[in-house]
């Protein structure tokens, strides 16, 4: 399971649904979790891709979320590809020019839901996820806070103007 999706499960003893891929290889049954079918559905364009796997395609859903790939791809953003741990300069390039084409109707999909996930987990609409508040939202998961533990913490501190930086050192403090 990508990261991603292991923040966004329940607590302890709580139901779950995962969304799962099965991969039958000669030497291997492999069964790869997701928390939606968002994700789900992009880690299955992502395997399609020459030269990501099942491996560099869930470093990516668990460096970010679906929407934030499909944000980079519909923005042309190299840099923050890049910053994905096994994702280089070249391959970046390549998810960007292939995936273009695959993602540009992706929130047209009303199957694909591609924005609802993290708008369902952080109460947070898709646009306002690309500010500070979002930034803010996904360090505090990254840092193993539940989705809607960092969403609680950032509403409660949020002042109009302030950057990421201040958003999660003033949550981390509130939630001492």
Request: glycine share 6%; aromatic share 6%.
């Amino acid at each position: 399971m990508p990261m991603t999706s292991i923040y966004a499960l329940p607590e302890l003893n709580q139901e779950s649904t995962i969304y799962t891929h099965f991969v039958v290889r000669e030497d291997a049954q492999l069964l790869y979790g997701f928390a939606n079918k968002t994700e789900r559905k992009l880690f299955r364009l992502l395997i399609k891709i020459n030269g990501v796997g099942p491996k560099l395609a869930l470093a990516i859903l668990s460096g970010m979320s679906a929407e934030q790939f499909v944000s980079c791809v519909a923005h042309d953003d190299l840099s923050t590809i890049v910053k994905i741990p096994g994702v280089g300069k070249k391959t970046a390039e390549r998810l960007l020019i292939e995936m273009r084409d695959k993602l540009k109707d992706w929130h047209a999909d009303p199957d694909a839901a591609s924005f609802e996930l993290t708008a369902i987990n952080t109460g947070i609409s898709a646009p306002e996820l690309n500010d500070a508040k979002g930034d803010a939202i996904n360090a505090l998961v990254s840092l193993g806070y539940t989705s809607t533990q960092a969403t609680k913490a950032i509403k409660s501190i949020y002042q109009d103007g302030m950057d990421s930086e201040a958003l999660i050192r003033d949550a981390l403090k509130s939630m001492l």
